[in-house]
């Protein structure tokens, strides 16, 4: 792929010009708000319709948020800043104050969402081998879930942004990042096991690959194309061929 089709300049969506007129300038730290009204526009804690504000979350996360349900109704393609405004209990000033545009601040609600992932996958640290894998593959299959929103409401956006990555050298960078940390931590396991005598020896990397790859398959046929019991379907295939066949049998 020529690098020149990648990245921010051929950004898929519109930038912010269609906000332009009645949100300010997009500029960070612009001399347009001064430094009174840039502060009271960063701790507007203004509560309209119930929704947490930021008189009791960080600002940003407020705007983390509003930009997770203005996705989950608009989807990436038709995602407008306006959109993103409209979720806010915040004026929509806010967004510009903190984030250069729209590119800016679907980068940093790419990682948001990634840290909010890679948060949620935690396993105690004194399990053994085969009660970690397990934990592991159920947790990127099953949840947990969020306060607000299901797991799959959650993954439902990640997969959209996953789906862009194809056309921006920048965020697919992100994406093989995380990818490699969860692939790791799979690693990681596998070796412990063979290390321990529990599981046989088999190549920890490609037995690392096959299970993360199997996972993105039941996620992406669930979300893409309706089948609600892939995850379940496709954790009764993980135990049947790839657990018992890591399994030592002498």
Same mark, same amino acid.
């Given at each position: 792929?020529?690098?020149?089709?990648?990245?921010?300049?051929? =950004?898929?969506?519109?930038?912010?010009?269609?906000?332009?007129?009645?949100?300010?300038?997009?500029?960070?730290?612009?001399?347009?708000?001064?430094?009174?009204?840039?502060?009271?526009?960063?701790?507007?804690?203004?509560?309209?319709?119930?929704?947490?504000?930021?008189?009791?979350?960080?600002?940003?996360?407020?705007?983390? =948020?509003?930009?997770?349900?203005?996705?989950?109704?608009?989807?990436?393609?038709?995602?407008?800043?306006?959109?993103?405004?409209?979720?806010?209990?915040?004026?929509?000033?806010?967004?510009?104050?903190?984030?250069?545009?729209?590119?800016?601040?679907?980068?940093?609600?790419?990682?948001?969402?990634?840290?909010?992932?890679?948060?949620?996958?935690?396993?105690?640290?004194?399990?053994?081998?085969?009660?970690?894998?397990?934990?592991?593959?159920?947790?990127?299959?099953?949840?947990?879930?969020?306060?607000?929103?299901?797991?799959?409401?959650?993954?439902?956006?990640?997969?959209?942004?996953?789906?862009?990555?194809?056309?921006?050298?920048?965020?697919?960078?992100?994406?093989?990042?995380?990818?490699?940390?969860?692939?790791?931590?799979?690693?990681?396991?596998?070796?412990?096991?063979?290390?321990?005598?529990?599981?046989?020896?088999?190549?920890?990397?490609?037995?690392?690959?096959?299970?993360?790859?199997?996972?993105?398959?039941?996620?992406?046929?669930?979300?893409?194309?309706?089948?609600?019991?892939?995850? =379940?379907?496709?954790? =009764?295939?993980?135990?049947?061929?790839?657990?018992?066949?890591?399994?030592?049998?002498?």
């Amino acid at each position: 792929m020529n690098d020149s089709q990648d990245g921010p300049a051929n =950004e898929s969506v519109e930038s912010l010009s269609d906000d332009a007129n009645d949100a300010g300038s997009g500029d960070r730290g612009s001399d347009r708000n001064p430094p009174q009204e840039r502060s009271a526009i960063g701790s507007d804690n203004s509560d309209r319709s119930g929704r947490e504000t930021g008189s009791s979350k960080d600002t940003k996360e407020v705007i983390m =948020e509003a930009t997770f349900r203005a996705l989950s109704k608009h989807g990436y393609k038709d995602l407008r800043m306006r959109d993103i405004g409209e979720e806010l209990d915040l004026t929509r000033q806010v967004i510009h104050y903190h984030f250069d545009g729209k590119y800016d601040l679907m980068s940093s609600f790419l990682e948001h969402t990634i840290d909010q992932y890679e948060g949620s996958l935690v396993v105690e640290g004194d399990e053994d081998p085969r009660t970690e894998l397990r934990a592991r593959v159920d947790q990127c299959l099953f949840g947990p879930e969020f306060e607000d929103f299901s797991h799959w409401d959650r993954i439902k956006v990640y997969h959209e942004l996953y789906t862009q990555a194809q056309n921006d050298a920048e965020h697919r960078e992100v994406f093989n990042e995380h990818y490699e940390r969860v692939r790791g931590n799979i690693v990681e396991v596998v070796e412990e096991g063979i290390d321990e005598g529990v599981f046989r020896d088999v190549d920890p990397e490609r037995m690392s690959q096959l299970v993360t790859d199997v996972i993105h398959a039941a996620r992406g046929r669930r979300i893409s194309l309706g089948h609600d019991d892939a995850p =379940e379907e496709t954790r =009764e295939a993980i135990d049947e061929f790839i657990f018992e066949s890591l399994e030592r049998t002498e």
